[in-house]
């Protein structure tokens, strides 16, 4: 959640991102990279969360952005459009909300008879009739940098059952005020979706994939069964390529065009297959590259590899790319043969047109010449070919 926070606000164009961290703040700080961060020592609600924020907010941002980053659905659009609306309408606050058919568990938006924002109130502070309102505050807003956002926040006091400083309650201050309230309303409700319990990453998560599903089908690729296929984001995957079922890409994987990938195939992360690839039934491969029209056939495992153009990889071969102690690199070059059940110990290296008989297994550092023919166990030198 944290990295898909990082993720939408960079491509919504925001330039500085602070995180403010609590519970469990020591294992937060590992995900958030450079990215700067205030500590709230005492969890007292989110209006002393941002308050905190403030301590770090330098006076030349004109504008701040707040977002929970349990609401991973938000998408990039809808932050730029809400931001655009809150520099056109030159307002003090900007508020996303949402309408939805269960409102429970959320914070209403509460209007006054001409439809302007009064405030927002949390579930457990509602009456019964507040409780039937159906439009919601996402938790996401942009305040407009001001001396009396950090007055107003000083202000509240705790509430409800959690005794907590709701930042919710600024929203009445600055109505008070006479502060100009504006809102913008998700079109799609799903945007506004929390994470509070594993139901709901499991919905989110579910949520997310077929979102990626269906970006790739709209751009050409052939997925035989969307609702067995998982795709995360950022991943880029040519026309014509087919993806077969239960086939899972991890994020940032970039795949050519008329590739053929599963079924049950894993493809993780840092891998490139170039165009052509042909990558068989439960193979996995892992920050390998691969070369246009190499066949990967079932079984295998391909691990910190870097194969060249038009090579065969026999059934059940494994890069042995791990020794207990650190990971270390295959190259196999191009036009290359692997026969089948084959096991190469990396680091380790086979030349152009060489061929790998099956069954055998190239220790460590024992490299294959190029167009040389090695068979057994270990793998031995059988001859040379004369033409590739």
């Known amino acids: ?87 056109k309408e030159k307002a003090d606050v900007t508020i996303l909300t949402a309408t939805v058919d269960n409102p429970s568990g959320y914070g209403r938006i509460i209007r006054n008879e001409n439809d302007n924002i009064m405030g927002i109130k949390e579930e457990d502070t509602l009456t019964s009739k507040e409780r039937e309102i159906k439009e919601i505050n996402t938790g996401v807003y ?27 309650e600024i929203i009445s201050l600055y109505y008070k005020q006479g502060k100009k309230i504006r809102s913008v309303r998700v079109n799609d409700p799903q945007e506004a979706a929390g994470i509070n319990t594993r139901q709901d990453l ?51 994987v970039k795949i050519g065009k008329n590739c053929s990938i599963g079924p049950g195939a894993r493809i993780r992360e840092g891998s490139v297959l170039e165009d052509e690839v042909s990558v068989g039934n439960f193979a996995e491969i892992v920050r390998s590259r691969i070369g246009k ?4 056939r079932h079984f295998s495992y ?44 990396a680091p380790v290296v086979i030349g152009r047109n060489a061929i790998v008989g099956a069954g055998a297994v190239v220790t460590r550092g024992k490299n294959v010449p190029p167009q040389a023919v090695v068979v057994g166990v270990p793998a031995k030198l059988l001859r040379r070919r004369e033409n590739g």
Request: aromatic residues 8%; glycine residues 8%; proline residues 3%.
């Open 202 to 252: 499991i919905y989110v998560n579910d949520v997310l994939f077929k979102r990626n599903i269906n970006h790739h089908i709209n751009r050409g690729v052939t997925i035989l069964s969307p609702h067995n296929t998982f795709i995360e984001l950022d991943v880029n995957i040519g026309k014509d390529t087919i993806i077969y079922p239960f086939v899972y890409i991890e994020r940032g």
């Open 142 to 168: 942009v305040f407009k940098n001001t001396s009396y956002l950090k007055e107003y926040l000083q202000k509240i006091r705790p509430r409800g059952k959690k005794n907590e400083k709701y930042l919710t």
């Open 302 to 345: 391909i691990g910190d590899t870097t194969i060249g153009k038009n090579v065969n990889i026999g059934a059940g071969t494994v890069t042995a790319n791990y020794d207990g102690c650190r990971k270390s690199k295959t190259v196999i070059g191009d036009n290359a043969f692997i026969g089948s059940n084959s096991t190469l110990i």
């Open 293 to 296: 029209g190499t066949k990967i």
């Open 1 to 87: 959640m944290i990295s898909n926070s990082i993720r939408l606000l960079k491509i919504s164009g925001i330039d500085s991102i602070c995180f403010v961290l609590g519970h469990y703040a020591h294992m937060a700080k590992e995900y958030i990279g450079n990215h700067p961060y205030v500590i709230q020592k005492k969890r007292k609600g989110t209006a002393d969360a941002l308050l905190q924020a403030l301590s770090w907010v330098k006076s030349r941002y004109t504008d701040i952005l707040v977002i929970y980053v349990d609401i991973p659905l938000l998408r990039p659009q809808t932050l730029k459009t809400l931001i655009s609306t809150h520099n």
